[in-house]
């Protein structure tokens, strides 16, 4: 894709890129949402087991008559192994800031828990209020641990009562609740960008059908739109329709105007040259030399303007297998004397985006001049060059022409063997008529010894 591309992208692109782009979005939004609500009830629900041990803790601890600190005995099996992962302890403030333990349990073995500097001061400030944070355990694995303080009876010195549990098993229950989550709204992602591509290619399949037949109408396959179109296209349609119409009634008023020139020129010319012959003489040679050469001129312009309105009508198609038969047949007993032989080839899907006098001018005048040349032979090929044009492609086992003749052959009533009958104007008009058609006309040295003629014309799909 190139950087102009990128930067004119394409409707459907934009239409996916939009609605993509915002459901992805969405879902990658409501994925952190649920990955953060989850692990905050997972949390929750940890710190409830916390807080029942913690008031465990402060409803069954007592003093006794020493004033030392004596804690309840503990149903939980897991606070009498070593370093299992669920630890409890009894502490009390120390005046620079500290606390001190005074009872711990037997899971901590020798380890104390540690209470930030910033969570001492909050349970200080907050007396009886709990207070939960993350900390690091005997084994350093990961604890959540909660602390309440409180004073006890015959004790003038508050308490701080602390509760911790490895906390591991309920991050692998987040870790493993995101990754589900994640390749949930990847698959769910996918699809929906995957709908949006079908969606926006149904909801715009209309535009492309109309871009179809559009191109069928340039290329000459319909002559109008026919498709029936949603409401907001149908207005569209039906404007293009009508600027066909009206393109298609402005070049037949050119064809008119055309023709109507065609006939006030030609007929003053007429009596012009029949008057000068009849009066020979200096003056008559001027007039009629002069006067054929207007005739000239006034017929060339003509087919050339003829063409340029042609090239603007609806796209008529001729058979190009058709037109070589018909020609073939033609220039057979044209030349019959001569024992000519066409050998013509031409697929029948391979259509002349043009009308088929205009086919039949072009090949016609070539195919003309290759039996008037030739020795007795005459191959003709039509054949497709790209996906708008198709070339034919005339030669001759005949004397040909050389380089320089080939060059010159194609001015306006050049004739190079002035014995030979017709006017010089048959590869003028055929390069002419070509050129007005978007074509060419090339002239090169054929393989059967004589001239060759090539023939650049637009190609009407089938």
């Known amino acids: ?114 209470i930030p500097a910033e969570q001492a001061a909050l349970l200080s400030s907050n007396p009886g209020k709990p207070v939960t944070y993350d900390t690091r355990g005997p084994l350093n694995e990961p604890l959540r641990a909660l602390a309440t303080q409180a004073r006890l009876p015959n004790r003038a010195a508050p308490v701080i009562f602390v509760s911790a549990e490895d906390r591991s098993p309920v991050d692998r229950d987040v870790r493993g609740f995101i990754t589900a989550t994640a390749i949930a709204f990847v698959l769910l992602g996918l699809g929906i960008v995957g709908a949006v591509v079908i969606q926006v290619r ?46 298609q009634d402005v070049v037949e008023r050119q064809r008119t105007h055309v023709g109507n020139l065609a006939h006030a020129l030609k007929t003053p010319l007429s009596v012009m040259l029949t008057e000068a012959g009849q009066q020979p003489g200096s003056l008559s040679e001027v007039v009629t030399r002069q006067a054929e050469t207007m005739r000239q001129q006034v017929d060339h312009h003509l087919r050339r303007a003829r063409a340029s309105a042609r090239m603007q009508g609806s796209g008529e198609r001729t058979s190009v297998a058709e037109v070589l038969d018909e020609l073939s047949r033609t220039m057979e007993r044209i030349f019959l004397d001569k024992g000519l032989s066409i050998d013509w080839d031409a697929d029948e899907q391979l259509f002349f985006l043009g009308e088929r006098q205009d086919l039949l001018e072009l090949a016609g005048n070539a195919m003309e001049n290759a039996g008037k040349w030739c020795r007795g032979k005459v191959r003709v090929r039509a054949t497709q060059i790209s996906p708008e044009q198709l070339q034919l492609v005339i030669e001759d086992d005949g004397p040909g022409l050389s380089p320089a003749d080939r060059a010159a052959a194609t001015g306006r009533g050049t004739r190079l063997d002035e014995t030979a009958p017709g006017s010089g104007l048959g590869l003028s008009i055929m390069d002419e008529l070509a050129r007005a058609y978007g074509g060419a006309l090339r002239l090169g040295e054929s393989r059967m010894g004589g001239l060759k003629v090539e023939l650049d014309l637009p190609l009407a799909e089938p």
Do not use: C
Request: proline share 4%; no cysteine; charged share 20%.
């Open 202 to 247: 149904v909801g715009l399949d209309p535009l492309f059908v109309l871009q179809r037949e559009v191109a069928s109408v340039r290329r000459g396959k319909l002559e109008r739109l026919q498709s029936h179109y949603p409401t907001e296209l149908t207005p569209l349609a039906d404007e293009l329709n009508a600027l066909l119409a009206h393109n």
């Open 1 to 114: 894709m190139t950087f102009e591309a990128l930067r004119r992208p394409s409707l459907v692109w934009r239409l996916v890129i939009l609605a993509a782009g915002w459901s992805l979005a969405v879902l990658v939004a409501s994925a952190l949402v649920l990955a953060m609500l989850f692990q905050q009830a997972a949390l929750r629900r940890f710190d409830q087991g916390l807080s029942e041990m913690t008031d465990n803790l402060l409803a069954g601890t007592t003093i006794a008559e020493g004033g030392q600190v004596v804690a309840p005995a503990l149903t939980d099996l897991r606070a009498l192994r070593a370093y299992s992962g669920k630890y409890w302890q009894i502490a009390e403030p120390m005046a620079g800031g500290g606390v001190r333990p005074l009872v711990r349990s037997r899971s901590l073995w020798d380890a104390d828990l540690k």
